[in-house]
């Protein structure tokens, strides 16, 4: 292990244990410092993100990728308004979730405390250095952040206000630090690093979760990776007429506000029922936004006559490996299926246990939709683009934990958290 990062995690250790004995109080008065600070640093912050935006520009990635790269005036508004949010939360630490006496008189309490020293591991996105770190301090633990090198100087420069901040308002700066070498092989020492860090969240693609996973010796917290689906089932006759513009509306919510998070649609699904009716309208707003990979059936449908297509659509035939990609662009695939129980067959073959959505008027086949696929997150006729900590009311997020255990779902102040029994007695010994 290189000596940097071994002083890093003992120093976190070591402001982990000062961090969990403060009050509410105390923890938001040095947040509210830190916003503060944030807010002052706006210029260097920007400047910073300007040669983070140059440099991945110049090394060719992709558009999608780039925004979620950006930093500007609005989106510091927004970091600043989640540290707001965090403040204004309860303090998760210290809640009694339940308490009983024991025929033998001792008593005792299930109590919420830190979970301790966290490390996360992440993509692109500095937004997320300053979530993270407002909600590790909030829930009493200590965090090494180690963003990725494309958005290394703004990460720099965010981590350097947040301390400066936490100094400011009384706080412990060593709580939160970031692993700034660049150098892949700090993942390798973090992943190892048993006896200082308790758990560690990789927030990304495919590749940097899996490698996360195979490698870790510490506990892992899985978030990220996305393959969502919208399955669309309005066949005729029926209950009623649905609207299909605002149908088509929720399709290019999900896929085009922003395509490259993991909570962007990758794949529609359509009933058989629906093509004729949807695939014709679908085409002449998507036209020019993004590509289609359509199969058979669905490309069949759009029933382009004599005046040709719409200017700007481009269409593919869809391959098994797009059933399976997370595509972070502009790339709609696009299947039919002949039921309800056929497209949760797929969700659940080839979907990331992420965000999946159902827009139909069939009650019955919500509720089987909602009771069978298997995801952090069901939608009913809305955009899978809500999949948020901020839009759930968390101010900010971990990440969108696509596992069963300890955390699933976007994760706030409440991942960060484990319980201790406190057990109370008067003299009792076990015979």
């Known amino acids: 292990m290189s000596a940097s990062l071994e002083t890093i995690f003992?120093?976190?250790?070591?402001?982990?244990?000062?961090?969990?004995?403060?009050?509410?109080?105390?923890?938001?008065?040095?947040?509210?410092?830190?916003?503060?600070?944030?807010?002052?640093?706006?210029?260097?912050?920007?400047?910073?993100?300007?040669?983070?935006?140059?440099?991945?520009?110049?090394?060719?990635?992709?558009?999608?990728?780039?925004?979620?790269?950006?930093?500007?005036?609005?989106?510091?508004?927004?970091?600043?308004?989640?540290?707001?949010?965090?403040?204004?939360?309860?303090?998760?630490?210290?809640?009694?979730?339940?308490?009983?006496t024991l025929p033998n008189g001792l008593q005792i309490e299930k109590v919420t405390v830190p979970l301790g020293t966290a490390a996360i591991i992440y993509e692109s996105r500095p937004n997320v250095t300053v979530d993270c770190a407002a909600l590790a301090y909030k829930a009493g633990c200590s965090i090494l952040l180690r963003g990725s090198s494309s958005a290394l100087e703004s990460n720099k420069v965010l981590v350097r206000a947040i301390k400066a901040g936490l100094t400011n308002g009384g706080g412990i700066a060593d709580a939160v630090e970031l692993a700034q070498s660049g150098n892949r092989d700090e993942i390798d020492e973090i992943l190892v690093a048993r006896d200082y860090i308790d758990a560690v969240l990789p927030r990304g693609g495919h590749e940097l979760i899996r490698r996360v996973v195979e490698n870790a010796r510490v506990p892992v917290i899985e978030t990220g990776e996305g393959n969502c689906h919208i399955y669309v089932e309005l066949p005729f006759p029926y209950l009623g007429?649905?609207?299909?513009?605002?149908?088509?509306?929720?399709?290019?919510?999900?896929?085009?506000?922003?395509?490259?998070?993991?909570?962007?649609?990758?794949?529609?699904?359509?009933?058989?029922?629906?093509?004729?009716?949807?695939?014709?309208?679908?085409?002449?707003?998507?036209?020019?936004?993004?590509?289609?990979?359509?199969?058979?059936?669905?490309?069949?449908?759009?029933?382009?006559?004599?005046?040709?297509?719409?200017?700007?659509?481009?269409?593919?035939?869809?391959?098994?490996?797009?059933?399976?990609?997370?595509?972070?662009?502009?790339?709609?695939?696009?299947?039919?299926?002949?039921?309800?129980?056929?497209?949760?067959?797929?969700?659940?073959?080839?979907?990331?246990?992420?965000?999946?959505?159902?827009?139909t008027e069939n009650l019955k086949s919500a509720e089987m939709f909602k009771k069978q696929v298997d995801a952090a997150c069901v939608y009913v006729n809305a955009s899978t683009r809500f999949t948020d900590g901020g839009q759930f009311g968390f101010g900010a997020e971990l990440g969108i934990s696509t596992q069963k255990f300890h955390a699933r779902g976007p994760m706030g102040l409440d991942a960060l958290t484990t319980i201790k029994y406190l057990i109370t007695g008067s003299g009792q010994i076990r015979e």
């Open 241 to 359: 007429t649905p609207d299909i513009n605002n149908v088509i509306d929720i399709i290019l919510n999900a896929k085009l506000q922003k395509p490259g998070v993991c909570n962007a649609v990758e794949t529609l699904l359509v009933h058989n029922d629906s093509l004729n009716y949807l695939m014709p309208e679908l085409i002449k707003k998507i036209a020019g936004k993004t590509e289609l990979r359509c199969d058979k059936k669905s490309k069949e449908a759009m029933g382009i006559g004599f005046e040709g297509p719409p200017a700007g659509l481009v269409v593919k035939d869809a391959t098994e490996e797009d059933w399976e990609t997370e595509f972070l662009d502009y790339i709609l695939a696009v299947k039919t299926v002949g039921s309800c129980e056929e497209a949760i067959a797929h969700i659940n073959r080839y979907g990331t246990k992420h965000s999946e959505a159902i827009i």
């Open 10 to 100: 003992i120093s976190l250790k070591q402001a982990q244990t000062k961090l969990a004995v403060q009050n509410r109080s105390e923890k938001d008065q040095a947040l509210a410092a830190a916003a503060a600070e944030i807010d002052k640093s706006r210029a260097a912050i920007l400047e910073a993100n300007v040669r983070d935006m140059e440099q991945a520009r110049k090394s060719g990635m992709k558009e999608s990728l780039v925004d979620r790269l950006l930093l500007n005036d609005k989106r510091i508004d927004g970091i600043i308004e989640g540290i707001e949010i965090v403040i204004r939360q309860e303090d998760p630490i210290g809640k009694v979730q339940a308490g009983w």
